[in-house]
């Protein structure tokens, strides 16, 4: 049981790595993604030092919940095999979406505790620190300034 919880929660990280520098940042792959993440989220929060009034609603935000939502379904055959890893799977988003979340509503509160997201989007470089909730795969693969 311990061990489902250990992976599902690295795979989650190695997850959203993934989903968020090759899904919704490659405008030549996924279009749709690029405008509405990139195109509009990153511009907004550039253009408000972080902050996104997106965020202060569940309901304003859908692109995203409708997307971790999607990513619950198609995990969901590990429920039936790994329940225990599922479970942390589904905590995993929810705990994703919470933090980013927070990070574009609470802008001090983001910068303190998330610094890797912060400088993801008011960095000079956006293409780097991918990881929102932990920067533990861009350590790995040396795609942070963050040790």
Not at 101 to 106: I, M, V
Request: hydrophobic fraction near 45%; charge should be positive.
């Amino acid at each position: 049981m311990i061990l489902q919880i250990i992976i599902a929660w690295l795979y989650s990280h190695l997850f959203e790595y993934i989903a968020h520098k090759y899904f919704l940042h490659d405008h030549r792959r996924f279009r749709f993604a690029f405008k509405n993440h990139f195109g509009k989220h990153h511009r907004v929060a550039r253009k408000n030092e972080m902050y996104d009034e997106t965020y202060e609603s569940v309901i304003s935000s859908k692109f995203e919940v409708t997307g971790l939502m999607i990513i619950s379904l198609i995990h969901l055959p590990v429920a039936f095999f790994f329940p225990v890893a599922y479970a942390t799977l589904v905590l995993c988003l929810f705990s994703y979406y919470i933090l980013h979340r927070r990070s574009h509503t609470h802008v001090m509160w983001g910068k303190k505790w998330l610094p890797w997201h912060y400088e993801h989007h008011m960095g000079i470089d956006q293409h780097k620190n991918w990881g929102v909730r932990l920067p533990i795969i861009d350590m790995i693969l040396r795609t942070s300034d963050f040790k």
